[in-house]
């Protein structure tokens, strides 16, 4: 969301297209805030808190909404990753109070994206894990549905990882190449920082069809009077290199998850059926380099040694299905997330339906 230089508030598509000219005043990936004490500051020198910003988002789809229902709406269900403690639980609530909603209850994303799948309406007992990987935030969570309810029965996840950070990794390596190559520093100007930005996000998602891509980018900034055009190519093994370190995160969740439910349990009729499908919510799970990390051999084989996926032994057979869910923050596609828990078939589901 965004405070443009008007005065008026713009929150969503909107925002975004003005943020090169507008940077000091464009607010992105607060959600990683809530529950903090941390204070956004604006150009005009107020300053707002994560409640605070993510209440005018609340207030934005409240009105497009009420718009189309042509009806007052006045409770809401919210949900959040299932990795937010109890501080970035009530922060949400806080914030849908400070929107004008009465918050009737908080739902972890994990149950929001099986509901919206239909996991309860087709009437069998159910094993799921749901992945998602959004914008700014990380949840892997194996659940277990059975008599109408869903039981969590081991979350994992990373409230400070997310699409932000592969394209925060690879506009550090553009700006380095730049500054390599022409001697301009382009974090000294905002504006130039967020062209950027813009230019390496489309370069990411490009990458996920294309194995490279050109950066175009002519009259960065100047030196001397002499204007610096930035001209790159960028290859998806680059994108790849760029966003190990967050790929390895990744990895960590899902065993942690897969072995943390195999752990959890004691009951021998987790360890009989083998998962038939995987569901994924959609954003930056669909990076393609995210895939590829999550089905090399050697990520598969560090969670199948947990796992015993397709072998015998007391973590054989972990769940029955998998929901990989994707923010839309990040349009790449994950291709093969689902190969680290079975050979199930994969289910995409958009999270904008939760």
């Known amino acids: 969301m ?57 207030q934005k789809v409240k009105r497009d909404a009420e718009a189309f229902l042509g009806d007052k709406i006045e409770k809401a269900v919210i949900t959040v990753p299932a990795y937010f403690n109890d501080n970035q639980r009530q922060a949400t609530k806080d914030a849908g109070t400070i929107a004008g909603l009465e918050v009737v209850r908080i739902v972890n994303e994990p149950t929001a994206a099986c509901l919206a799948y239909g996991i309860d309406k087709k009437g069998k007992d159910e094993k799921i894990m749901v992945f998602d990987l959004g914008g700014g935030t990380l949840d892997v969570t194996v659940m277990d549905f059975g008599g109408g309810v869903f039981e969590v029965i081991s979350t994992s996840g990373d409230t400070q990882l997310g699409g932000t950070d592969m394209d925060n990794a690879l506009l550090d390596y553009v700006v380095a190449e730049f500054k390599k190559e022409t001697g301009a520093d382009v974090t000294k100007d905002p504006m130039a920082t967020q062209r950027v930005r813009e230019a390496v996000e489309k370069a990411k998602i490009e990458l996920s069809t294309t194995f490279e891509t050109d950066l175009n980018l002519p009259y960065l900034t100047a030196i001397d009077n002499a204007p610096k055009h930035l001209a790159m190519k960028l290859s998806r093994a680059k994108l790849s290199l760029s966003s190990s370190r967050s790929s390895m995160r990744v990895e960590v969740s899902i065993e942690t998850a897969l072995t943390g439910q195999a752990e959890a349990s004691t009951s021998p009729r987790v360890w009989s059926r083998r998962p ?7 954003g930056s799970t669909r990076d393609s380099s995210f895939a590829r990390t999550a089905s090399s051999p050697g990520a598969s084989a560090r969670c199948r040694s947990r796992s015993g996926t397709g072998g015998s032994g007391r973590f054989s057979k972990v769940v029955d299905s998998s929901i990989l869910a994707f923010s839309t923050a990040s349009r790449t596609r994950w291709v093969a997330i689902g190969s680290l828990v079975t050979s199930a078939p994969v289910s995409f589901l958009n999270s904008a339906t939760t």
């Open 2 to 58: 965004a405070f443009a230089k008007d005065g008026q508030l713009l929150v969503g598509e909107p925002a975004r297209r003005q943020a090169v000219a507008n940077p000091g005043g464009t607010f992105m990936a607060f959600k990683r805030k809530m529950g903090s004490d941390y204070k956004f500051k604006a150009p005009d020198g107020k300053e707002y808190t994560p409640q605070q910003l993510s209440a005018f988002l609340l």
């Open 276 to 282: 038939d499908r995987r569901s994924l919510p959609i």
